[in-house]
Nanobody
């Protein structure tokens, strides 16, 4: 069973930055795409950014120009650099890895942006 471990969340003031990390426990599995999602209190989980092994990086409109996703395919790691954070970015951020046969989720890391 592959586990995804996120880190890097915390409390930051509006305008600040945070960098989230996600590492898969198994480096030998072939991951097709790694994603970041987030879920704010009382809201549904929403897509944030996507890093495919092949193809174009994608971002939600709400984070374009502020967030940057990057990764190391050989290490099965992905990062999310978040700049110019806004209070509406407050949420639990989840890492997601998709293979040909499975869909894995991390436990989530809390990001809180104060105004």
């Amino acid at each position: 069973q592959v586990q995804l471990v996120e880190s890097g969340g915390g409390l930051v003031q509006a305008g600040g930055s945070l960098r989230l990390s996600c590492a898969a426990s198994e480096r030998s599995i072939r991951i097709n795409v790694m994603n970041w999602y987030r879920q704010a209190p009382g809201k549904q989980r929403e897509f944030v950014a996507s890093l495919p092994a092949h193809g174009s990086i994608m971002y939600a409109d709400s984070v374009k120009g502020r967030f940057t996703i990057s990764g190391d395919n050989a290490q099965n790691m992905v990062w999310l650099q978040m700049n110019s954070l806004k209070p509406e970015d407050t949420a639990v951020y989840y890492c997601n890895a998709v293979t040909y046969t499975d869909d894995y989720w991390g436990q989530g890391t809390q990001v809180t942006v104060s105004s």
